[in-house]
């Protein structure tokens, strides 16, 4: 047995967890959007207040302002386009690759999921956000891969913020595609 010597280089302390502030999102246009224009600052479940804040715009604005589909397409692709951007800039300032207080990723995979399923009532639409929830939060199967395909940091991990909860997205209208073709 090889004693150790008492020279040795102490372990460097574990570092917190970086946890954003109302002046951090308010730093950059970029952390303002990553975290969903304050969702992102929940302390319990971000990813979920995300969530609910994305429901809560879409049915606003689908019901007050009835966009057509070409909108919504073209709100969706610009909301992904800046969602990658943004969890690229504000991941990169934060020193973490995918931190879960970034909830712009949420926010445009559940537009996706509302859009494609609408209309619905209430219970339809709580469905489909379980569903999402489940996906994103429990990461089975192709969720998984989608987390780990493009861990990183720069643009790459940038995507990877936003492909999981695409691909959690996509698993939520499948089971929705699959329920409607059974009924």
């Known amino acids: 047995m090889t004693p150790t010597p008492s020279h040795a280089a102490p372990e460097a ?7 954003p502030t109302a002046r951090f999102m308010f730093a950059r246009l970029s952390h303002l959007v990553a975290l969903g ?8 479940a971000p990813g ?43 991941a990169d300032r934060a020193g973490v690759a995918d931190p879960g207080f970034i909830v712009i990723d949420e926010i445009v995979a559940f537009w996706l999921v509302l859009w494609l399923t609408m209309p619905m009532g209430l219970l339809g ?25 493009f861990k990183g940091r720069g643009w790459r991990g940038g995507w990877g913020v936003m492909f999981d909860d695409l ?11 699959v329920w409607r073709f059974m009924v």
């Open 37 to 44: 224009f304050g969702a992102g600052l929940s302390r319990r």
């Open 13 to 19: 302390p574990p570092t917190a967890p970086f946890v």
């Open 48 to 90: 979920t207040v995300g969530t609910l804040w994305a429901w809560a715009v879409f049915v606003l604005v689908d019901t007050l302002l009835r966009p057509g589909d070409l909108v919504w397409a073209g709100v969706i692709g610009a909301g992904l386009l800046l969602g990658w951007w943004s969890s690229t800039a504000t």
């Open 167 to 177: 691909v959690a997205a996509l698993c939520t209208l499948l089971v929705f595609a």
């Open 125 to 149: 639409q709580a469905i489909a956000f379980g569903l999402f929830r489940f996906f994103d939060a429990a990461k089975p199967g192709p969720v998984a891969w989608a987390d780990r395909a």
